[in-house]
């Protein structure tokens, strides 16, 4: 022990010393602590240094301060060193700095009152605790409440909180709470809204037991306990009320600032009412017991609006208006009595005046009399045994009984209510457990303290014993479970004092004793105490100046009683006659009920009257009333006592749970805190005596894995061992020397107060000498970075000062050379100018010799030249001439010499040839010789042919060259000529050169002139110039600066009106979601009123023993065909008993339909009335075409046609006239004989055929009328020929009828007519049976009725309604007119634009070369004709829509015909009955066509149908052996057949069935995941196909060619696809909630208390509640196991054949889920909020971001969805200290609310000490920041919001023809079509 206080008091050690003001001061060690100092040296926060003495016989050092990362803490049995200035200083920095009012104190919790509303009491924090174990949350009033509700279901015991306080400090509002958490979480076991009834007793007794003191506003002036009933499904079903002790003083006396009970107020608040007149009540000014306080009024309290609050619960409870009109007579009439002024008549006696206003006020609100009233006021009865005496009153007297009789009104209205409140709230429904919430109040202490503080500390006695019991019996019981040895705890015993009070002799023994004295006294029994008490208990004292009080040493302090007053108030007398005057009220019957009882008021339990409790009013005659006496009425304090022995027998039945609530100041001000009173009320309640009690054992508590986590870096590797129990053995022997300061147990260890902060401290030495040698690593690394980096930048400085210095050399150096270089050119260039002028003028001198020299060699040249060339021609000549006469002789002598020799050669070969012998020889080689002959000739030739040529050659060569010499020899001469001229002309240039230069001269002068104006002009245009220039840039300037305004303000203008846009567009997008998800919610509540209309029939069906027999089902509604409507048949099919209960929940299916059949029949009329409109237009275009000639011509066949069709009309009447008298006569005459009675066979017959004659003689005068009105019309219209509007129909029709040939087509046409007539437009409705009997029993004046002056009226009625007819279409033709000519005129207009239009781009083409004109003309014809062809395109596929829709029309009405065909020929059927006969063939073509894809079952096989594909199916053997989706399209491929058969009920059937069994089998199977989300595919699958083969373009984009041939042909099913959408979406919200209830228990283990990372999260430590551990055991979640089960959910889905869209808005639903759970829990948790958890979580939301890529879902927005809980891990890692800090924070959480923000920044918690804690004022910053965001203040996400599902197309590529159905599904009886 001393090394370890050595160890802990050194320097710098901090401590807590007392302090007059602050209770307790922090201070710090400035020096060690020796053993044997009797000082310690102090340092103050403020730096003041001090000398704390230390007691010189106990030797007792100050309290040591905790280690800073557990201040703060949610438990405080958390903290290391357990005393009261930690417990205090906790407190104040959980309230102060963390605004968290709700603190751990073992089981107790601690709760402080804010005096602020706090946004921690939603619907949303109910959710967040609910299920929560209670350590694994921040502290809460909710989490107390769960844990009694848990622990009543676990154990099956029955529960307590015990909610106790002091006035002000909260405990009507905590109990308020706790209250509504079991209403909430546990809903009720019936329809009577059993919560909501629990709840509005709360104003109720708000409203007559709560007031107004100098410390509460809303004080609670009375004690209750409310037991909250709940069944064997711990449902609410009642509750039940006791009440203790109320202040009923209060009713005639407040002190100042103080109220009465708020119900006086409230209905002077309300005086004005008109209900309220007769109470004749005012201002709570005028009423001396609510103007006594002068604080009639509570800030921000609307008295009246309370009333209305309370009265709204008096009716939820049941109390109606006739009795709450009585209780406020009531409350009316004690206001009035206290204003009943008491006159002094002399000293012993008084009076009240006659007619006083208040008395008789009261009088008549109670319904007594005056007399007897003012009487009994004034005067007292007395008996003795032989008489009786009348006794007058004082006056103080008489004012004292006034206020007693006032009181005693009160406390009897009182306990009525509280009896009506429990009678509201019991249950016929047996009680299985409860929950009691007592509210009581709290040790209390003022100056003067009387009978009731000392009631109220004598209870907390009581309560304060049993919960030390309770704490003493806790830890008990965890040391026994952990197996460790144990010592009795020494606790403070209060059972001395409440000896004192309740034993034999005690003191309120005493104070009954003196009540029955006849002379007994307050000063009486003062003397009484003193002599019993005070020399023989210590805990009695007397004080020294005063013989009329006592003290008594309660568990919390001394408190000081004052004796007068006590024995009144236990006597709680009231006059009996007063009583009596009271109960004789006959006029007023609640008065009645309240003293009805009197003598039997105070219940076998002890209940004191006026205190409420368990009173039940007995409705039995009390026969021993006349028999009571006084000597029989318990007193007050007997009572009490009683009433409190109970309450504790039932706190002791029960578990226990602890909430105290501290009042931080007495000013009422907001988080602001008191420590004086703090520990005033930490020492009342009990608080510091269960840390005592803890700081006795063991109050620390680890697991072992815990304890290894934490102290791991105190473990040598040697020490660490498999075996962590016998790891951690080892460590603390090493550790701590004494063994008695930890014990181990079974699972955990067990230290002594103070341990844990010993190993805290060796753990933070260990961390902080490593971190010191990181440091001195790091620093010698960054020392030596920086001496590197310093030594590279003196050298690089260096290199660079040497570089400037070179360079600067370098830079004189060419400078130097660079002006010797200039000087050397400028030098050259001087020599060069003078040289070149020299050089010039010798060379113009040498020019001008050397040209003269040229010219006279060039003369003598050109003269040698002329002559050698004559020479040369003539020496050629001759030379040629030569050459021809040598060539010629020489020729002419080979010629004679080859003719020589050719003779001599031709005479050898004559003589030759002359021999036979020798012409043999040369025979033989006569033919080789020919050929070489001839090819020597022929080598000849084309020699010859070359020498021509080149002789060719030649001479042109030589003409060529003859006649250049001869054009050379022409120039020369013409040369010579021209120098000759030359000669004479440079003579003349001479003398022109002399007279050039003396006008150069002159010139020169005047360019000098020039030049010199020129240069001054150019000066003043420069100048001119510059300032223009100025004057420019200006102006430029000016424009810029203008362009740049424009094009800033466009530029804004333009994100203006784009940041508009995209705020309307993502408005719009929001109200579209939220209209969506509005939507979707109605349709869930839809689908839970269903269940929950299902259940109930079930169970009445249960409880009903009703034979079934034959059920009639319901009618069936109208189909879903778009372009007709069915009538409602009812069907009778084999299967009606099977399918009664699908047929009954298809009845929202039919009503949905029909509402939506409606819209549909709406459009169609829309559609019907536009295309009439076209008809008529075209009307009258042909009208105008037509003209009179072939109006006459065919004038004459319409007459006949009219005519003829009036006679048959006219003889059909008649006949029917007939018919119907004959009908009558016989009616009449078997009503005599009984044949006709009603009901028989023959009178129905008859019947339905007065009906049939009715409607066809109705019909037969419709017509008539509508031909004669057609008659007169066209008189009128041969009158008025010229007026071409009136002509339109007459003419038309006209034409038609030129157009009938003969009389057969007449009659057609006649026919035709009649038909039409028969439409709904032209015929009246039928006459009800019930009128036709009448005018069959009235024969005579119904023949009267119908002579021909009654047809004449109504000939002339039709008349008048046809003109308005025709006045009525002449307007509607008129304004077609107008219209027409408006659109033609447009037209017109279109088509002059389009003539210029080609103008222009004519003129343009004319412009272009005729290549490019070509091809412009020819690109502009290409898209004219494109043009044309898209709009002839779109005109053929209108008319090929119109086709399809008349040809789904011509079938409907051949359907139709056929239907009234078979109507009129099968006979009379009932209505009620379905036609089992085939319908008629319908004389219509159909061509046939080759259906596939089809799937053919029988009506009776329906159900066989829907049972074995949906009911009884497997989703899983269907998912992995079968094409996904295949029952939705075997149920398609069904309906499919049903349309081509053109079955109307047959498709109606399979639909709703299907619907139907679908949600029949999720209300069977709804928990399944993997049922949910096969029949989710499915049915998007079923709604797909819908879509798909529907024939609509939008959904037949991507069929193919079979596709589209197996669309729909008969049916346009629309409406059930929104039918079908809906139950999908029921489907995707069922398999959410579905997936929400299989990941919720994963969420937060997986997310927030998994360690993910291992070694990043410290374990701190922690207390009684011990939270769950982040190390991963056996059975915990991880992170693993959520994306385990995400994988298992999509892998189901894509099995299931889900479709990719939707399984990306389940992924986001399910991240969502995963964000807000995860944050929300953050938000709710403390110990979560620190760096290390911050990573962990990042480090988890990157796993499910990868888990997301890895899936290919990155777009689905699920991420989106995390970013809040991103952003809160962020907020938990990033810098919190600077301004620069606080911005960087604002603008990172922009997902966050600042609610949430500042929430994650007063929950940070360091989990070592190395980590800094969030300033205040930094916090602030945040505030003041974001004040100006505008967002929801709420903290909590919402989990249960769903986003809203939307089911994108999704085209199948699966051909229906291809499908084939497994014989595993057993649908043989389908067959394949």
Avoid at 716 to 745: I, N
Avoid at 1097 to 1125: Q, V
Avoid at 1295 to 1309: G, I, M, S, W
Avoid at 1644 to 1660: A, C, D, R, Y
């Amino acid at each position: 022990m001393n090394r370890e206080l050595e160890y802990m008091f050194v320097q710098c050690a901090r401590v807590w010393i007392p302090d007059a003001e602050d209770v307790w001061k922090s201070a710090e060690l400035i020096k060690d602590y020796k053993n044997g100092d009797a000082s310690l040296q102090l340092t103050l926060e403020d730096g003041t240094n001090i000398e704390h003495k230390l007691d010189p016989k106990t030797k007792n050092l100050p309290h040591l301060r905790n280690p800073d990362i557990l201040v703060g803490e949610n438990d405080l049995t958390a903290l290391s060193y357990l005393h009261e200035p930690a417990v205090l200083h906790n407190l104040k920095v959980r309230f102060i700095d963390s605004k968290l009012i709700y603190t751990y104190c073992g089981i107790v919790l601690v709760a402080i009152n804010p005096y602020e509303t706090l946004p921690i009491y939603g619907t949303d924090i109910i959710n967040a605790y609910s299920g929560q174990n209670m350590g694994d949350m921040d502290p809460h009033i909710f989490a107390v409440a769960e844990e009694a509700y848990k622990q009543m279901a676990r154990d099956e015991r029955n529960q307590s909180i015990i909610v106790s306080g002091e006035s002000g400090a909260g405990k009507t509002v905590s109990a308020k709470y706790a209250m509504r958490y079991f209403a909430t979480v546990s809903g009720s076991a019936s329809e009577a809204n059993v919560e909501e009834k629990v709840l509005a007793s709360n104003p109720i007794m708000e409203a007559i037991g709560n007031a107004k003191t100098t410390r509460n506003d809303n004080s609670s002036r009375f004690g209750k306990y409310i037991e909250i009933g709940f069944d064997n499904r711990y449902r609410i079903i009642g509750a039940n009320m006791r009440t203790y002790l109320l202040e009923k003083s209060r009713v005639v006396f407040q002190a100042d600032e103080e109220r009465n009970y708020h119900i006086f107020y409230q209905l002077c608040a309300s005086a004005k009412l008109p209900e309220f007149k007769n109470l004749r009540l005012s201002t709570a000014n005028d009423f001396l017991y609510t103007r006594q306080g002068r604080s009639p009024v509570i800030d921000g309290v609307d008295d009246s609006k309370e009333l209305c609050t309370t009265r709204h619960a008096f009716t939820l409870l049941g109390i109606n208006e006739s009795y709450q009109m009585g209780l406020f007579q009531v409350l009316a009439a004690i206001l009035h009595l206290g204003n009943v002024e008491i006159k002094e008549k002399d000293s012993d006696s008084s009076l009240i005046a006659p007619n006083n206003r208040h008395l008789t006020a009261f009088c008549e609100l109670v319904g007594v009399t005056y007399k007897d009233m003012s009487q009994w006021l004034c005067h007292r009865k007395l008996k003795t045994a032989t008489e009786t005496y009348i006794k007058p009153l004082s006056r103080l007297q008489a004012t004292n009984a006034r206020d007693a009789l006032s009181k005693h009104i009160y406390a009897k209205l009182f306990s009525w209510i509280v009896e009506h409140v429990n009678k509201a709230l019991v249950t016929s429904i047996k009680q299985h457990s409860f929950i009691g919430v007592l509210d009581i109040y709290g040790f209390e202490t003022f100056e003067i303290n009387s009978f009731e503080q000392f009631c109220i500390n004598y209870a907390n006695e009581k309560l304060q014993q049993q919960f030390n019991m309770h704490v003493f019996k806790l830890e008990q019981e965890e040391y026994m479970k952990e197996q460790i040895p144990w010592t009795l705890i020494d606790f403070y015993d209060n059972q001395p004092c409440i000896n004192l009070i309740e034993a034999k002799m005690g003191i309120l023994d005493l104070l009954d004793e003196e009540c029955k004295m006849p002379k007994g006294s307050d000063d009486s029994w003062a003397q009484k105490l003193y002599n019993t008490h005070l020399k023989t208990c210590c805990l009695f004292e007397k004080p020294r100046m005063s013989n009329r009080a006592f003290i008594i040493q309660h568990f919390a302090d001394k408190v000081e009683y004052q004796c007068d007053g006590f024995l009144e108030k236990n006597k709680d007398t009231v006059n009996e006659e007063q009583i009596n005057v009271l109960k004789a009220s006959k006029k007023f019957h609640l008065l009645m009920e309240l003293f009805q009882d009197e003598e039997k008021a105070t219940s076998p339990t002890g209940q004191a009257p006026g205190t409420g409790g368990r009173t039940r009013l007995s409705i039995k005659p009390d026969k021993s009333r006349e028999t009571s006496s006084k000597e029989h009425k318990k007193t007050v304090g007997c009572q009490f006592r009683n009433s409190l022995q109970m309450l504790m027998e039932t706190l002791n039945a029960t578990t226990p749970h602890y909430v105290r609530c501290i009042k931080p100041n007495d000013f009422k001000l907001a988080f602001s805190f008191d420590p004086k009173r703090a520990v005033q009320q930490l020492r009342a309640c009990g608080v510091l005596e269960t840390i005592r009690i803890s700081a006795a054992g063991f109050p620390s508590r680890w697991t072992y894995q815990e304890f290894f986590s934490r102290y791991r870096v105190l473990m040598k590797q040697k020490d660490v061992l498999p075996d962590k129990k016998l790891t951690c053995k080892h460590v603390l022997e090493r550790l701590v020397e004494d063994q008695d300061k930890y014990q181990f147990g079974k699972t955990k260890i067990f230290f002594r107060a103070g341990q844990v902060a010993y190993l805290e401290k060796l753990r933070a030495d260990k961390l902080r000498a490593a971190c010191i040698r990181i440091q001195k690593t790091i620093r010698c690394w960054l020392a030596r970075k920086k001496y590197l980096r310093k030594r590279s930048a003196a050298i690089t400085i260096q290199r660079f000062t040497r570089g400037y210095q070179a360079r600067c050399l370098a830079k004189f150096m060419r400078l130097t050379q660079a002006a010797t270089v200039i000087q050397k050119y400028q030098r050259m260039y001087v020599e060069k100018k003078r040289y070149r002028k020299k050089q010039a003028a010798a060379l113009a001198m040498q020019t001008i010799l050397r040209a003269y020299m040229a010219r006279q060699k060039y003369q003598a040249l050109l003269r040698e030249h002329k002559a050698v060339i004559i020479q040369k021609r003539i020496r050629g000549w001759l030379a040629r001439c030569w050459y021809k006469r040598c060539l010629e002789a020489i020729v002419y002598l080979q010629c004679c010499i080859r003719r020589m020799r050719a003779k001599r050669e031709l005479k050898k070969l004559k003589i030759e040839a002359r021999s036979v012998e020798h012409f043999k020889k040369l025979n033989k080689g006569m033919e080789n010789k020919i050929m070489q002959l001839q090819r020597k000739i022929d080598e000849q030739n084309k020699d010859n042919r070359l020498i021509s040529e080149k002789l060719v050659g030649l001479e042109s060569s030589y003409a060529v060259e003859g006649e250049r010499m001869r054009s050379e020899l022409s120039q020369l001469r013409g040369v010579e000529e021209d120098a000759r001229n030359k000669a004479i002309q440079v003579s003349s240039l001479l003398e022109e050169l002399e007279k050039l230069r003396k006008e150069l001269s002159v010139t020169q002068q005047e360019k000098k002139t020039l030049e010199e104006w020129a240069q001054t002009y150019r000066s003043e245009m420069e100048k001119m110039v510059s300032e223009l220039k100025d004057q420019n840039g200006s102006l430029k300037k000016e424009k810029d600066d203008l362009n740049r305004l424009i094009q800033e303000q466009s530029q804004q203008m333009t994100e203006k009106m784009t940041r508009a846009i995209a705020e309307e567009t993502h408005q719009l997008e929001t109200d579209l979601n939220e209209e969506r998800s509005r939507y979707q919610n109605l349709l869930s509540e839809h689908l839970r009123l269903e269940e929950k209309y299902d259940d109930l029939k079930e169970e009445m069906a249960r409880s009903s023993n009703i034979k079934p027999g034959h059920r009639r089902t319901d009618s069936t509604h109208s189909s879903n065909e778009s372009e007709y409507t069915y009538n409602s048949e009812y069907t009778e099919m084999e299967e009606g008993s099977r399918a009664g209960d699908d047929v009954t929940r298809g009845m929202d299916t039919s009503l949905t339909l029909k509402l939506q059949k409606r819209v549909t029949e709406l459009e169609q009329e829309k559609q019907s009335l536009r295309d009439e409109l076209e008809n008529k237009e075209d009307q009258f275009q042909r009208a105008r075409a037509r003209d009179d000639a072939e109006f006459r011509k065919a004038r004459g066949a319409e007459l006949e046609y009219e005519s003829l069709k009036r006679q048959e009309l006219e003889s059909e009447n008649k006949k029917l006239r007939h018919d119907l008298a004959e009908m009558r006569r016989s009616l009449l005459g078997n009503t005599a004989a009984g044949a006709g009675a009603p009901g028989s066979p023959a009178y129905k017959v008859l019947l339905d055929q007065l009906n049939a004659s009715c409607e066809e003689l109705e019909v037969r005068k419709e017509e008539v009328l509508i031909l004669r009105s057609q008659l007169v019309s066209q008189k009128e219209a041969m009158h008025h020929k010229d007026e071409k509007e009136t002509m339109t129909e007459p003419s038309v029709f006209a034409e038609d009828v030129n157009k009938l040939k003969d009389a057969d087509e007449l009659k057609q046409a006649y026919v035709g007519l009649k038909d039409t007539n028969r439409s709904p437009r032209f015929t009246r409705p039928p006459l009800e049976v019930g009128d036709l009997l009448s005018r069959l029993r009235s024969a005579a004046p119904d023949l009267h009725r119908l002579n021909e002056d009654g047809e004449l009226w109504l000939v002339n009625q039709g008349l008048k309604e046809t003109v308005r007819l025709l006045e009525h279409q002449l307007q509607t033709q008129r304004r077609t007119y107008e219209n027409e000519t408006e659109s033609l005129r447009g037209e017109l207009q279109n088509v002059k634009e389009e003539n210029n239009r080609q103008q222009q781009l004519l003129a343009q083409n004319l412009q272009l070369p005729p290549e490019a004109r070509i091809e412009a003309s020819l690109q502009h014809e290409i898209t004219r004709l494109t043009n044309e062809n898209l709009d002839l395109m779109e005109q053929l596929e209108k008319q090929d829509r119109t086709i399809r829709k008349l040809k789904k029309q011509l079938k409907v009405y051949s359907k139709r015909i056929g239907e009234m065909g078979a109507g009129q020929t099968e006979g009379q059927t009932s209505p009620g009955q379905m036609v089992e006969e085939p319908i008629h063939p319908v004389n219509i073509p159909r061509r046939e066509k080759d259906f596939q894809g089809m799937l053919e079952y029988k009506r009776e096989d329906e159900m066989k149908l829907v049972k074995n594909l949906i009911l009884e199916l497997k989703p899983r053997g269907v998912a992995v052996n079968l094409i996904p989706g295949l029952p939705a399209y075997i149920l398609f491929m069904c309906l499919r057949h049903a349309d081509y058969l053109n079955d109307d009920q047959k498709v109606r059937t399979l639909l709703t069935s299907t619907i139907n069994s679908i949600k029949k089998i999720l209300k069977k199977r709804g928990d399944d995941f993997e049922t949910v989300s096969f029949w989710l595919a499915n049915t998007c699958r079923f709604l797909h196909c819908l879509k798909q083969y529907s024939g609509d373009e939008a959904f037949m984009k991507h069929n193919t060619q079979r596709q589209n041939e197996h669309c729909l042909s008969n049916f346009d099913l629309a409406e059930y696809r929104q039918v079908i959408s809906d139950l999908a979406i029921q489907i995707y919200q069922q398999l959410i909630k579905c997936m929400e209830n299989i990941l919720q228990p994963m969420i937060v283990s997986g997310m927030l208390e998994h360690e993910t990372i291992q070694g990043v999260s410290g374990v701190k430590p922690t207390g009684l509640r011990k939270r769950t551990s982040s190390i991963a055991d056996e059975g915990t979640y991880t992170l693993d196991s959520i994306l385990r089960q995400l994988n298992a959910f999509h892998s189901i889905m894509c099995q299931h054949g889900t479709d990719p869209e939707l399984i990306k808005q389940v992924v986001k639903q399910l991240f969502y889920i995963i964000g807000a759970v995860t944050l929300n829990n953050l938000l709710l948790r403390k110990d979560m909020c620190s760096w290390s958890k911050g990573m962990q979580i990042r480090y988890n939301v990157s796993q499910l971001e990868e888990w997301l890529r890895d899936k290919g879902l990155m777009t689905c927005g699920a991420k989106e969805t995390l970013e809040p809980l991103i952003q809160a891990a962020q907020l938990l890692q990033v810098k919190k200290k600077t301004d620069e800090d606080a911005e960087a924070i604002c603008s990172m959480c922009q997902a966050l609310t600042t609610a949430q923000i500042v929430k994650v920044l007063n929950l940070y918690t360091p989990v070592n000490e190395f980590e800094e804690r969030v300033s205040v004022a930094f916090i602030r910053t945040i505030q003041t920041r974001l004040r100006d965001r505008c967002e929801s203040p709420q903290l909590l996400m919402d989990t249960k919001m769903i986003y809203p599902v939307t089911f994108p197309f999704s085209p199948s590529c699966v051909a229906l023809e291809t499908i084939q159905i497994p014989g595993s599904l057993n649908l043989a009886f389908l067959t394949r079509v």
